[in-house]
């Protein structure tokens, strides 16, 4: 609980957020706990999902070094973002069609967003892992502000534009 009420403050929910943008919040625990509050806007056009910004609390039990958790929280919050709406690799008989990074769509400082995260101390004086859990609750807190925009959701990743527009025009995507 105490990880989802710091988010809901880092993030100001409960406040309106700006105008054409939703928020989105999601929550992952395993020993390590993180609550993450997206902030999207959708362009019904084009299909383009916009992640304006990722808010996050993380109680990771004992933090030993807080910058190097937070650079682990940011790290995994771009990765997140990225699987979420454009990383795919294609499998044609059993084989990767990627044959290196070149041609493998990732995320970059263009389309990343603001990522704001505050370290919870509840009094853990073992330490949990600040590896990878902040990447847990990325989509889903991207796809629960994609529904909080439009009403509908995207139920396949990467939440691609064309995959939008289908989920727009009442699709199954």
């Not at 769509?105 to 603001?114: E, G, I, K």
């Not at 919870?120 to 847990?136: A, F, K, L, S």
Request: hydrophobic letters at 40%.
């Amino acid at each position: 609980r105490a990880v989802l009420e710091a988010v809901a403050e880092l993030s100001g929910w409960g406040t309106a957020p700006p105008e054409s943008r939703a928020r989105g919040v999601a929550c992952f625990g395993s020993n390590t706990v993180v609550a993450q509050v997206a902030e999207v806007s959708v362009d019904e056009e084009s299909g383009e999902i916009t992640v304006h910004r990722v808010d996050c609390a993380v109680d990771c039990g004992l933090v030993v070094n807080p910058d190097g958790a937070k650079a682990q929280i940011e790290g995994n919050v771009m990765w997140g973002v990225g699987s979420t709406l454009i990383e795919q690799a294609y499998v044609k008989d059993g084989r990767l069609e990627l044959s290196n990074f070149e041609s493998y769509p990732l995320l970059t400082m263009r389309r990343a967003p603001d990522v704001r995260s505050v370290l919870v101390d509840t009094g853990i004086d073992t330490p949990y892992g600040m590896g990878e859990p902040p990447i847990g609750p990325v989509g889903a807190a991207i796809g629960n502000a994609f529904t909080a925009a439009t009403g509908r959701r995207v139920r396949t990743l990467p939440m691609t534009p064309a995959r939008v527009l289908d989920t727009l025009a009442g699709g199954g995507s």
